[in-house]
């Protein structure tokens, strides 16, 4: 019976401030909107989710490689320009967090799944400010436990952070799922670490995969209410 749900922050829960974005890149005289920008996400995401790039690379510089990919699949090509946007926002990312845009439905679907007396497991790969954002954007009340993997020192998908957060939950690997929106990250990480994975494809560009998908935490909390994962 599904006891525990851990979440990925970042690409389910809050998502990149696209008009900060926009507005940086306007700075430097490039034009493109954040609605742009949105669209073209999911298209980056799959590009960067493949398990070479995954296990020679490190979060913070997939990072940066996602939003090349974000604004290449935006129509906007690499230039001084686009390099001083992109360390505009670096440098407010560093300070604040740049993922800070969360979804309306995302309060309901976490007191929804809460209402159910799941505990709920942030697991997410981040720069070390993470419980601070969450707290700031309204979303830490909403959960039970937060796991930064700096703070943590290890990252996905290294399963010993799932392991990590089993152990601070008090949970068993058996009665959890793991929701997140990288296949070779969450999906990976967490099968090795004995948990059932859910992949939050946004877009719908992972039929291929081997495992439950869900196009948003909202469909996720109502296939939870329909008992699909006891």
Request: aromatic share 6%.
């Amino acid at each position: 019976m599904l006891r525990t749900v851990f979440l990925d922050a970042g690409g389910v829960l809050m998502f990149p401030n696209w008009h900060r974005i926009a507005d940086a890149l306007a700075r430097q005289g490039i034009t493109v909107t954040a609605e742009a920008l949105s669209r073209a996400e999911p298209y980056a995401r799959r590009r960067l989710d493949d398990g070479r790039t995954i296990v020679t690379t490190t979060d913070a510089s997939r990072g940066w490689r996602f939003f090349d990919l974000i604004l290449e699949q935006a129509g906007i090509p690499r230039s001084p320009q686009t390099a001083a946007a992109l360390t505009e926002v670096h440098t407010y990312h560093q300070a604040n967090n740049l993922w800070e845009l969360v979804p309306d439905e995302v309060p309901p679907a976490l007191t929804a799944l809460r209402a159910r007396n799941l505990t709920l497991v942030v697991v997410s790969n981040a720069n070390g400010t993470l419980h601070a954002h969450m707290a700031r954007l309204g979303l830490l009340p909403l959960v039970d436990h937060v796991l930064d993997s700096c703070t943590e020192g290890v990252e996905k998908p290294d399963p010993r952070l799932f392991e990590i957060a089993l152990s601070r939950a008090g949970a068993s690997a058996s009665s959890t799922v793991h929701i997140g929106d990288f296949y070779q990250v969450d999906v990976v990480g967490a099968r090795a670490a004995g948990i059932r994975p859910v992949l939050l494809d946004q877009a719908g560009l992972r039929p291929d995969a081997d495992c439950t998908r869900v196009g948003s935490l909202q469909e996720f909390a109502g296939r939870v209410r329909e008992g699909q994962f006891d």
